[in-house]
């Protein structure tokens, strides 16, 4: 496993976009293993990972433990693999968008996100950005894969809300890779 970016700041959004590409993943959706259980491991909001109520705090195996994660058709989120599929508890996200790189304007606009785990994701067509009804009201979220979405961080959701602001878009929202997404809670 190749170490993650440490910042998306040295690198072009080209360059962000071919990484984001070729990462392989485990094909989680076609393992269907006959044993399954629970496993004593959380995502806190924050998309701190604990096991047995300890934080795990080898980045690694957060990074490798991502990887099998899959979301389920109920709702629920197992770490799978061609043995076993164990659930485990998400409090929101799994991931959380913690950077963010923008290149060029308005519908010429690319945005790519670093999440907490160290995958890197380009929002367009197939990973669209979208607010969400909580209980503090709309949150922005990424979506990452399967069914799997990371809640854009505060200081990230300023810096889209400055961007979007300044190209005074209406409905409120910027463009990444060929799509527009609002960014505007009455919308």
């Known amino acids: 496993m190749t170490a993650p970016l440490a910042s998306l700041s040295p690198h072009s959004l080209a360059e962000i ?50 990887t099998i994660l899959r979301r389920e058709s109920d709702g629920g989120y197992v770490l799978v693999t061609p043995a076993e599929k164990l659930a485990i508890e998400v409090e929101d996200a799994p991931f959380v968008a ?43 979220y990424l979506h990452v894969r399967g069914g799997l979405d990371a809640l854009v961080g505060r200081a990230v959701y300023y810096e889209l809300a400055d961007l979007a602001l300044a190209e005074d878009n209406s409905p409120l929202g910027l463009w990444s890779d060929g799509a527009f997404f609002a960014l505007d809670p009455e919308q």
């Open 98 to 140: 913690v950077e963010m790189k923008s290149e060029a304007e308005g519908e010429a606009r690319t945005l790519a996100f670093r999440l907490n785990t160290g995958d890197l994701v380009v929002a367009g067509p197939d990973h669209p950005l979208a607010l969400k009804e909580s209980r503090e009201g709309p949150l922005p």
């Open 17 to 66: 976009a071919a990484l984001a590409e070729a990462r392989k993943l485990p094909p989680v959706d076609s393992w269907h293993p006959a044993r399954g259980g629970e496993i004593d491991i959380r995502i806190a909001r924050d998309g701190s990972w604990y096991h047995e109520g300890d934080r795990i705090e080898r980045e690694a195996l957060v990074r490798l433990f991502s």
